[in-house]
């Protein structure tokens, strides 16, 4: 079994920076796609970044030259960089991931979430 948590969330000014990181442990072969997933209230939950195993990036569009998703694979570990934060960026975000914990089996898997909210 594979576990994803999540740390770094927390209250900011419009404008500021948070750093994100989630930490996956467990077993595991390989890392698929990590992302990062945010639900704001009364909201469907939208894709923000994603990182492929081959180090390919995507953004929705609203994020795009604010936010940067990296990791670090000697930690099993993704980060997500948030820059020039806005109050609509206020959520709940969520790690996920598509892992394989063997050669044979792969699963989805989520985090916790923790909360982001950007406000003065």
């Known amino acids: 079994q594979v576990q994803l948590v999540e740390s770094g969330g927390g209250l900011v000014q419009p404008g500021g920076s948070l750093r994100l990181s989630c930490a996956a442990s467990?077993?595991?072969?390989?890392?698929?796609?990590m992302g990062w997933y945010r639900q704001a209230p009364g909201k469907q939950r939208e894709l923000v970044a994603a990182?492929?195993?081959?180090?390919?990036?995507n953004y929705t569009d609203s994020v795009k030259g604010r936010f940067t998703i990296s990791r670090d694979n000697a930690k099993n570990t993704v980060y997500l960089q948030m820059n020039s934060l806005k109050p609509e960026d206020t959520a709940v975000y969520y790690c996920?991931?598509?892992?394989?914990?063997?050669?044979?089996?792969?699963?989805?898997?989520w985090g916790q979430g923790t909360q982001v909210t950007v406000s003065s």
């Open positions: 990182i492929t195993s081959g180090g390919s990036t």
């Open positions: 996920y991931g598509d892992i394989k914990e063997t050669i044979w089996r792969r699963g989805d898997y």
């Open positions: 467990g077993r595991i072969f390989r890392f698929n796609v």
